[in-house]
Structure formats: C-alpha cells, structure tokens
Nanobody, 115 residues
Framework: VQLQASGGGLVQPGGSLRLSCEAS????????WGWYRQAPGQQRELVAR???????NYGDHVKGRFTISRDNAKNILYLQMNSLKLEDTAVYYC??????????WGQGTQVTVSS
C-alpha cells in the first residue's frame, strides 16, 4: 500500500485546512485508515481513524473540530480541520492498517498554525 498525503500549509488560528491522502496498491486488504500527527519533540499521536465499515473515532484534542472521511471510489482519505489552534501545528501522517502486516505510513504533510 502506498500513501501520498497533501494539503498541508500555513493557516491562521481559527482557520481551516483539508488534508488528502491518496492510496494505491493492495488497499482492498486495509481495514482501518487514520491520521496521526507529530509535533517537534513530541510523540506521534492519533488524530482520527475510520474503519472499513465507516465507524470513526477521534483524539480528544480534535473532537468537534476535525472530521475524517474517505472517498472509496477515488481511494482518497480526507481530514477536514476547522477551528485550528496553535497547538495543532505538526506533521500530519496518513496511515493504513492491513491484517498481518506492519502499518503503512504516508510521507507526512506539514501543518503550521500561526498568526
């Protein structure tokens, strides 16, 4: 499975961004898709994930502000981020989990929230 993330950038506090992650390869075996982030000096943390059946869960720090979705026809994973805060600044990574393999990771896209 290959993952290509895009959509990061510089945004002011309170602004919005939408991240995209294009997936290719053995995606039929993936049963959970997710977004994670890693700020400088911090551990990588879960932002949101969505199962093959469509159920979602979010990190406490983004609930009510971020929305994960997936276009199954286009094989694209999205993360809509609203009401961005300074502390949302991080490199965001998309992730895919298949049975019997290590998780797959995209290359990361930088999100910077700054005034």
């Amino acid at each position: 499975v290959q993952l290509q993330a895009s959509g990061g950038g510089l945004v002011q506090p309170g602004g919005s961004l939408r991240l995209s992650c294009e997936a290719s390869g053995g995606i039929q075996s993936v049963y959970v898709w997710g977004w994670y982030r890693q700020a400088p000096g911090q551990q990588r943390e879960l932002v949101a994930r969505i199962s093959h059946a469509g159920s979602t869960n979010y990190g406490d720090h983004v609930k009510g502000r971020f929305t994960i979705s997936r276009d199954n026809a286009k094989n694209i994973l999205y993360l809509q981020m609203n009401s961005l805060k300074l502390e949302d600044t991080a490199v965001y990574y998309c992730n895919a989990i298949s049975i019997g393999t290590e998780p797959y990771w995209g290359q990361g896209t930088q999100v910077t929230v700054s005034s």
